[in-house]
T-cell receptor, first 110, second 114 residues
């Protein structure tokens, strides 16, 4: 089974930095994904971490610590279009599935 | 570009009706998934399939069935729709198991059951 935890909502100012955390407990861990989802749209892929450490992709970075069951997504130089829900998802060996957290709603204000 | 197409963006059905949600992908992916998404509950896995005619229950299969007669098509069936099945339904696909790459999503089907 799996248990994935994310905070539900946060508000940040345009140009700021925001960190979205995700903790998980799962067996057969095979990587962690971050997805972005705008209201009324399908999720879009942001990042995939399978090894410990930080992966940087432009304004977005994702960090993983497998020993702590912890990941975060860092959004820098926030823009209004970054207002969305950010979903953490864990891949498991045992059953070929991807289990999602409930998502964190980020609201960017001017 | 991978394309995952869901047959209907919006549907309105009555309680007790049989509902078919169709999903087609054009990249020869082995694995296909059906999720439902509800406010405060996130994405929950209903069923998935890793090959033609193969299916596995997800976390919330009750009230649903699926069909995978061809590799590119994965259908979700509500035998007798109920109001608690009002939701956004998302289909997704990925080349192979285990899930180590991007999951490609369709645009979603918003179902309302009256």
């Amino acid at each position: 089974g799996q248990n994935i935890d994310q905070p539900t909502e946060m508000t940040a100012t345009e140009g700021a930095i925001v960190q979205i955390n995700c903790t998980y407990q799962t067996s057969g861990f095979n990587g962690l994904f971050w997805y972005q989802q705008h209201a009324g749209e399908a999720p879009t892929f942001l990042s995939y971490n399978v090894l410990d450490g930080l992966e940087e992709k432009g304004r977005f970075s994702s960090f993983l610590s497998r020993s702590k069951g912890y990941s975060y997504l860092l959004l820098k130089e926030l823009q209004m279009k970054d207002s969305a829900s950010y979903l953490c998802a864990v891949s498991m060996f045992e059953n070929n599935r991807l289990a999602f957290g409930k998502g964190n709603q980020v609201v960017v204000i001017p | 570009d991978v394309k995952v197409t869901q047959s209907s963006r919006y549907l309105v059905k009555r309680t007790g009706e049989k509902v078919f949600l169709e999903c087609v992908q054009d990249m020869d992916h082995e694995n296909m998934f059906w999720y439902r998404q509800d406010p405060g509950l996130g994405l929950r896995l209903i069923y998935f399939s890793y090959d033609v005619k193969m299916k596995e229950k997800g976390d919330i299969p009750e009230g649903y069935s699926v069909s995978r007669e061809k590799k590119e098509r994965f259908s979700l069936i509500l035998e007798s729709a109920s109001t608690n099945q009002t939701s956004m339904y998302l289909c997704a696909s990925i080349p192979a198991s285990p899930v180590t790459g991007e999951l490609f999503f369709g645009e979603g089907s918003r179902l309302t059951v009256l």
